[in-house]
């Protein structure tokens, strides 16, 4: 996501491109993963689930041109042999595959169906698979693997190692592979940043509040606040909890409420009668095309140490390095990216 950052950060503008099952509270990062074939929609977090077909709206892929520059000639400058495939992991919307697809014949992995949908209407030419990027296993190497900010969400040193080892295992002989975190435990720090964007009748704005790291500084919690209006999609018709993101359900039937046709009252599934706000007695609706709907979520990302990258990188058996990440939007020397090439 692309927007203007407040000053905790020293004012660097941010885009959170996010891609995989994200939330680490949400998909039981840091226990042995589940397999993906058991995760539904309603185990991802709303971005990555009920708002994957708003990907589009709330992070454009003309926001992607210059960073996937920069991770092409990354990859170009560590390769020991010619790149002609490269394989996505965390691919999410298939936005900084918009860009490398010029370049390459690519193979985008991600957990969340929807986003797998939005990328494959962008990204017709590339293979799309789904599957965990810590567990995933295609049988086949290529000339580069990728990882951009969907690393992230690794909250610790094991999903962190098994997504570098299965970088390892499909990397060929001399092929790189790139990881681009946002922060290493050196470059942290708390930040807002808000953006979005309006498209084919629909507009999404968010914020994005990044609090400080837990004790130990080993994980950070950001806060999202999605508005958006316009069409619906995606299952949005479900009202949730702004917290839990669980369905509002009935308190007798246990039934879920749902407004049957737009517009219309939403009503007690066994009295029939219409839902009010308990302070102003107003009927309770689903927004219609003009009104803005507010939606909540927090997603907890990991927090490593530049050196403990290096050392993962090594210990699956990569030759390591950190590589500074000069994009136009960060402050000099302010973040890091790490290169692993299979010897």
Request: overall charge negative; glycine content about 12%; charged content about 25%.
């Amino acid at each position: 996501m692309r927007g203007r950052t407040s000053n905790e950060a020293d004012g660097v503008q941010r885009r959170k491109g996010l891609a995989f099952r994200r939330a680490g509270a949400h998909n039981g990062m840091g226990r042995a993963p589940r397999p993906y074939e058991d995760i539904l929609m309603s185990d991802l977090p709303l971005m990555y689930g009920d708002l994957a077909d708003w990907w589009p709206v709330l992070s454009s892929p003309e926001d992607y041109a210059e960073e996937a520059s920069i991770f092409a000639s990354v990859l170009e400058a560590h390769a020991r042999r010619p790149i002609r495939t490269l394989l996505e992991l965390g691919s999410g919307g298939g936005n900084n595959a918009s860009h490398l697809k010029a370049r390459y014949a690519m193979t985008l992995v991600d957990i969340s169906p929807g986003m797998l949908a939005v990328s494959s209407a962008l990204n017709p030419e590339c293979e799309h698979i789904r599957g965990d990027m810590r567990t995933v296993r295609l049988g086949r190497r290529f000339d580069a693997v990728f990882v951009h900010d969907a690393v992230m969400y690794m909250a610790c040193t094991d999903d962190l190692a098994a997504v570098m080892r299965a970088a390892f295992e499909h990397c060929e002989v001399g092929a790189p592979a790139l990881f681009v975190p946002d922060f290493t435990s050196e470059t942290f720090a708390p930040y807002t940043d808000h953006g979005g964007h309006d498209r084919a009748g629909r507009g999404l704005r968010f914020l994005q509040w990044t609090h400080e790291a837990s004790p130990g500084g080993r994980t950070y919690d950001t806060d999202f606040v999605y508005l958006l209006r316009g069409g619906g999609g995606g299952g949005l018709d479900t009202l949730r909890y702004s917290t839990t993101g669980e369905e509002l359900r009935d308190s007798t039937t246990g039934e879920e409420l749902r407004d049957s046709t737009t517009g219309e009252e939403l009503r007690n599934s066994t009295t029939g009668e219409e839902l009010r706000d308990s302070t102003t007695g107003e009927e309770l609706r689903n927004s219609t095309a003009g009104e803005v709907r507010v939606l909540h979520e927090t997603h907890t990302f990991g927090l490593f140490p530049r050196e403990e990258w290096l050392q993962l990188l090594r210990g699956v058996g990569f030759e390591a390095c950190a590589v500074p990440y000069d994009h136009s939007e960060f402050h000099e020397g302010s973040r890091d990216m790490f290169v692993g090439v299979r010897p």
